[in-house]
């Protein structure tokens, strides 16, 4: 309704709504135009705190023409004060942005399918697909059961629990004997060959706007306004330029006053292409094979990496590495302070956000909002031998007091 | 020496349709110089001003990220597929 077309991030050039991402002429990536006099009107606070708690209350912000048709109730996930984190952690606030509980698949992807599909079949395509390393196939094969035919490609050698996530919704799915860069690659080929909808490269446009309601919701449940500090995982660095461009927008608009939010990039160190460049104070992003147990965020060639990057930088934040250890570590912390069982992107942004508030980088008088952007239950693979036994015993009462199973009242 | 060349769909247009074309070349460099003999203008499309490739084209040398190889300068041999594909794909 109020998309006015793309236009290519380096070199400007403008094209009408269709399912293409790339510039022409450039290569460059495609945005998604919006007419923001028209939305000021008619997107104010009032009619937002009307709106149903799902992702689709920002719709004057989403790409999409007509009515949206999937994933209505995804989103609107919880914002918690995270007080014990906080006092371990050493810092004054802490919030967990938790879309470990995301409705129906149990991570941020819910948002950008929601919206790939609903503009899928605005295009009328018959069939979506995707290149995923488990949480986005997981979304595209459970929210395409209604109205589409499904390919769902992943690296072969994924966690189990991410494979059965997305076969239970019997969908096709193709595991490549390869690493995800090379899954994307191929699908990029495909993508040229066939008329299927793929929701992160034809229509990677639209797809990564869903993104920006994770940062929508953040501000709103912050009492509308931005957060002063911000960690996010980054695979292809798009969710924190979505997240960016989220705040921006309901700066631009006056939903918020101010916009004085750090960015802070969270990354495993087997995978960490977009911190070794901004440690090295470089602008080219040199591509990397990944060797992280954080597979969901192994992407070595990441395509929003420069300007994820830039972003890092103009705000004043920072760019992170956290190693596999210091990744379940982070898992468990979270865990144990809040209740909450994150997968492995979560123990990288935990594990990021200690490691800046240790070195000073996150002043400890002031807050920060962490990114949880999927679930533990998915990875529980990588925590064997990293858990407490279970005790094991006889249903008698002597086998209670025996192994000393007892505590304070 | 015929390299088989992937042309992808921005492209098309250069190469009256084909996907697939031939080309020569003993690296990347010389691939393209003679992809622009064969069809004028498409050097312009894979490199900037400096004559450096565009950042956001990838080039994949019997499927292997140049970037892992020697960059342009990778050399290539008879029979070698190379695929000249976007950059911008991909999310998790």
């Known amino acids: 309704m109020y998309v006015k077309g793309l236009k290519c991030r380096e070199c400007g050039r403008r094209y009408p709504k269709e399912p293409i991402f790339v510039c022409e002429w450039c290569f460059g990536p495609l945005e998604v135009e919006y007419d923001y006099e028209a939305i000021k009107k008619v997107f104010t606070r009032k009619e937002l705190e009307k709106r149903e708690p799902n992702l689709w209350r920002y719709r004057e912000l989403l790409p999409i023409d007509g009515e949206p048709t999937f994933g209505l109730s995804s989103g609107f996930t919880p914002l918690i004060e995270a007080k014990n984190l906080a006092s371990v952690l050493g810092i004054k606030r802490c919030y967990i942005k938790d879309d470990s509980v995301n409705h129906p698949t149990l991570s941020f992807k819910d948002r950008v399918v929601a919206v790939a599909l609903s503009k899928a079949k605005e295009f009328g395509f018959k069939t979506v697909a995707c290149a995923s390393t488990g949480n986005l196939a997981n979304a595209v094969a459970s929210h395409s059961r209604k109205g589409f035919n499904c390919y769902v490609f992943i690296p072969a050698d994924l966690e189990p629990s991410k494979i059965v996530s997305s076969l239970i919704y019997g969908v096709n799915v193709v595991a490549v004997e390869g690493n995800y860069d090379e899954v994307n690659r191929l699908c990029a080929e495909v993508a040229m060959r066939y008329r299927w909808a793929f929701v992160n490269v034809n229509l990677r446009p639209y797809y990564a706007e869903g993104s920006k309601t994770y940062g929508f919701e953040i501000a709103e449940q912050l009492g509308f306004r931005a957060p002063r500090h911000i960690v996010i995982p980054a695979a292809s660095g798009s969710l924190v330029t979505k997240i960016y461009k989220g705040l921006q927008e309901f700066y631009q608009l006056g939903l918020i006053n101010e916009f004085p939010t750090r960015f802070y990039i969270a990354q495993a160190e087997g995978c960490s292409p977009i911190v070794q460049a901004f440690r090295e104070g470089s602008n080219i992003i040199r591509p990397v094979k990944p060797k992280t147990i954080a597979k969901s965020i192994a992407i070595g060639n990441p395509a929003d990496g420069v300007y994820a990057l830039d972003i890092a930088r103009k705000t004043k934040g920072y760019a992170e590495a956290v190693s596999d250890e210091e990744i379940i570590a982070g898992i468990k912390l979270l865990a144990e302070t809040e209740g909450v069982f994150t997968e492995t992107a979560g123990g990288v942004t935990v594990a990021v956000a200690k490691k800046l508030i240790e070195k000073g980088i996150i002043p400890r008088n002031e807050e920060v909002v962490i990114c949880i952007t999927g679930n533990g239950l998915k990875t529980q693979e990588v925590l064997v031998n990293h858990l407490k036994s279970v005790i094991r015993i006889k249903p008698s009462l002597e086998e209670v007091f025996k192994k000393k199973i007892e505590g304070g009242e | ?92």
């Open chain 2, 1 to 92: 020496m015929p390299v088989i060349v992937r042309i992808p769909t921005p492209l098309l247009s250069l190469t009256n349709g084909q996907r697939e074309v031939e080309a020569e070349g003993r690296n990347i460099l010389e691939l393209i110089e003679d992809l622009e003999r064969r069809y004028p203008g498409l050097k312009e499309r894979l490199c900037d001003e400096q004559g450096n490739l565009r950042r956001f084209i990838n080039f994949f040398v019997n499927d292997e990220d140049i970037r892992f190889l020697e960059n342009e300068k990778t050399s290539l041999k008879d029979g070698d597929v190379v695929s000249i594909v976007p950059a911008i794909a991909g999310g998790k």
